[in-house]
């Protein structure tokens, strides 16, 4: 078969366009190029299906060439300069309005009203980013960020202005913001490798380390020397191996080494709010099952000092409780019910209701002070606890002069016991309700602890809980 024409190409390609078989038609008018590589409209319709497709960047190499051949022709400079805006380049669509202008004043025409606004958009673009890369270069990232998205308004495709906001987002505390525009980056180029980092380091910021560590990797896929990614995955991997080392010494029951290594990982980046903030709920916990009240309580204001939160308010009345200063857990508690926007407030209540009665406990029999143990304490605890004390003060083992304080210790030590061990009666005692008839202040319930306490161990527990049979001698 003969070769086609250039017009028989152009032709085919305008029925392809037509139909919407873009490839196609894209296809027909490269090889009319290839006929006649000089001819402006060959490249203008190949700009015409490049635009359909939205590949604007392709678009506007087509465009400029068609200009270069016809520099006169009016429509190609308009298409041009509103393609330069779509693209983000709204300084060089200035230039090119400017053109249009000095065309038609040469050809005695007037500027039509469609592309005069399309000048005014252009020009607005152009101050836009002007502002907003004057604000970036001054540090200034807030003023960045709204002067990008008011300039980004105007284009569609303009992933160097949007990656500049994306880390203006980034310098402003916007973690979201930045995750969201890299995302749309990455939609467009996928092998853009600081949109991978900088993605990532976001992630990070917002303590979701995994998806971080994700994003690294890709981006080293693409370059695996690449300094951001490398520092970015190292970093994350010196953190969590340090969070593992106090995860497994918390399951061990060892808070000592816990909090040790919870505080070397905060030192590795004391920047990093989002990952020390939680982990300091966790110290606080952790000193206070050592007993070292104080610590806790330093430690959840410390928390609180960044930044008031009902985590941290919770967080220092329960230390407050532990540290039996009842008083100060109420006003806690009750500042954590006014604290606002609150979606906790079921469990404000519970806080602050468990820290009243606490409260009143402490001003009359503490059952909990008796035995010296937690109001957590579990059970093999409690028993441990009563076995101990009441080993020491059992009125039989003690000198004549502390006979009278022994007897009425160890009654108080019997009852004690006798509340916490049962689940039913440590329930009501813990919701401060009367635990037993007719109770008084003051209350002493079995005037005989002393027999009991010897039957409970010999016969491997009292009040119905079994346990390993005991036996005592007094010598």
């Not at 109420?330 to 209701?353: G, I, S, W, Y």
Request: hydrophobic fraction near 35%; aromatic fraction near 8%; glycine fraction near 8%.
């Amino acid at each position: 078969d003969a070769p086609m024409s250039a017009g028989k190409l152009r032709s085919l390609g305008e029925v392809a366009l037509s139909e919407r078989r873009y490839e196609e038609a894209a296809r027909y008018y490269q090889q009319a190029i290839e006929i006649e590589p000089d001819v402006a409209a060959n490249h203008y319709k190949l700009f015409k299906v490049r635009n359909r497709q939205r590949k604007l960047g392709d678009a506007l190499r087509d465009l400029t060439k068609a200009l270069e051949l016809d520099d006169a022709n009016v429509e190609y400079r308009k298409q041009k300069a509103r393609l330069l805006v779509s693209l983000g380049q709204c300084d060089m669509a200035v230039q090119d309005y400017a053109v249009l202008q000095q065309q038609v004043a040469k050809s005695g025409g007037s500027v039509q009203a469609d592309w005069e606004e399309a000048q005014r958009e252009a020009q607005q673009c152009s101050q836009e980013v002007d502002a907003a890369q004057r604000a970036y270069a001054d540090g200034n990232w807030r003023a960045a960020v709204q002067y990008f998205t008011k300039a980004l308004g105007h284009m569609e495709q303009a992933s160097d202005l949007l990656f500049m906001k994306s880390q203006a987002e980034y310098n402003a505390g916007d973690y979201y913001g930045t995750i969201s525009d890299t995302g749309k980056i990455l939609k467009a180029h996928s092998n853009h490798i600081e949109a991978y980092q900088l993605r990532g380091e976001a992630y990070f910021r917002l303590g979701e380390h995994d998806t971080a560590v994700t994003h690294f990797r890709e981006g080293l896929k693409l370059d695996p020397e690449h300094k951001g990614c490398k520092a970015g995955h190292k970093a994350i991997k010196a953190l969590q191996k340090k969070e593992k080392r106090a995860k497994d010494a918390l399951e061990a029951g060892n808070h000592e080494e816990a909090i040790g290594h919870w505080d070397a990982a905060i030192q590795l980046d004391p920047t990093h709010t989002a990952f020390i903030k939680p982990t300091l709920l966790n110290i606080i916990k952790s000193y206070s099952a050592l007993g070292k009240h104080k610590e806790a309580i330093d430690t959840a204001e410390k928390y609180l000092k960044m930044g008031e939160s009902l985590d941290g308010l919770f967080a220092l009345g329960d230390a407050h409780t532990a540290a039996e200063n009842f008083q100060e857990a109420v006003n806690t508690f009750r500042k954590a019910m006014d604290f606002e926007p609150n979606d906790r407030q079921q469990e404000c209540q519970q806080r602050l209701k468990k820290a009243e009665i606490a409260l009143k406990q402490s001003k009359e029999k503490n059952y909990y002070k008796i035995l010296g143990v937690s109001r957590t304490a579990r059970t093999k605890e409690i028993k441990m606890a009563y076995r101990d004390l009441a080993l020491r003060w059992h009125p039989d083992k003690v000198d004549q002069e502390e006979k009278e304080e022994a007897e009425k210790k160890f009654q108080d030590i019997s009852e004690a016991y006798e509340v916490l061990s049962d689940k039913e009666m440590r329930e009501k005692y813990g919701r401060g309700e009367p635990v037993f008839e007719n109770q008084g202040g003051g209350h002493s319930h079995n005037p005989h602890g002393h027999q009991q306490f010897f039957r409970h161990f010999q016969h491997g527990g009292g009040g119905g809980h079994g346990g390993q049979r005991m036996h005592f001698r007094f010598n």
